[in-house]
């Protein structure tokens, strides 16, 4: 069974657009997160719910919007699309006692 | 704040090399101390912890002993094989967030 899923595994699209890659874990786990990952492997966080609500907010362009619909569940909505925005993303998750973080396949975006 | 920093990659090993990949880390007190690892293609993996001072960590024939005199967590392995050719990353929690701050990332490949 897999653990932490993202949708799509991959995303082509042009500037300008607008896209959403969904995140779902069956661990029940109380934590999740979105990474992006460049070129050169570098992992930056972006955002961390907790319980659905937001508890990290990177510095990310606000063209980027997250959504947890529930403890399951964490959405991430990308508007207006931009070349530097490709990139893999990841979606993790936790449980609050302990720091070990599960992650997803990744979704690798490619904007044109 | 906070903060680990990684060997240099990349890494390119013949398979049975011995491999060591350092990590050192700044940060206040004793926090646990992670190996990632991410497959190609993959996600991140946890590869193994040490949560407290002298603790060794170990999976895969992989180990890291957690080194508060010289502030390190280095990862080691006796006898590399191809199919460890990956991405390691070292990590550390920081924040009442109970976030991971990943080093730059470590490529191994690992030739016949």
């Known amino acids: 069974d897999t653990a932490v899923s993202q949708t799509p595994k991959y995303l082509v699209t042009q500037m300008g657009n607008d896209k959403s890659i969904k995140c779902e874990q069956n661990l029940g786990h109380d934590t999740m997160y979105w990474y992006k990952q460049d070129s050169k492997k570098f992992l930056k966080i972006m955002f961390s719910?907790?319980?659905?609500?937001?508890?990290i907010n990177e510095t990310v362009p606000n063209r980027f919007s997250p959504k947890s619909p529930d403890k399951a569940h964490l959405n991430l909505h990308i508007n207006s699309l931009e070349l530097g925005d490709s990139a893999v993303y990841f979606c993790?998750?936790?449980?609050?006692?302990?720091?070990?973080?599960?992650f997803g396949p990744g979704t690798r975006l490619t904007v044109t | 704040g906070d903060s680990v920093t990684q060997m240099e990659g990349p890494v390119t090993l013949s398979e049975e090399a011995f491999l060591t990949i350092n990590c050192t880390y700044t940060?206040?007190?004793?926090?646990?101390l992670f190996w990632y690892v991410q497959y190609p293609g993959e996600g991140l993996q946890l590869l193994l912890k040490a949560t407290k001072a002298d603790d060794k960590g170990s999976n895969k024939g992989f180990e890291a002993t957690y080194r508060k005199e010289t502030t390190s967590f280095h990862l080691e392995k006796g006898s590399v094989q191809v199919s460890d050719s990956a991405v390691y990353f070292c990590a550390l929690p920081r924040g009442s967030a109970r976030q991971l701050t990943f080093g730059s990332g470590t490529q191994l490949t690992v030739l016949p």
């Open positions: 719910y907790n319980n659905k609500e937001l508890i």
């Open positions: 940060a206040t007190g004793y926090p646990s």
């Open positions: 993790a998750s936790s449980q609050t006692s302990v720091y070990e973080q599960y």
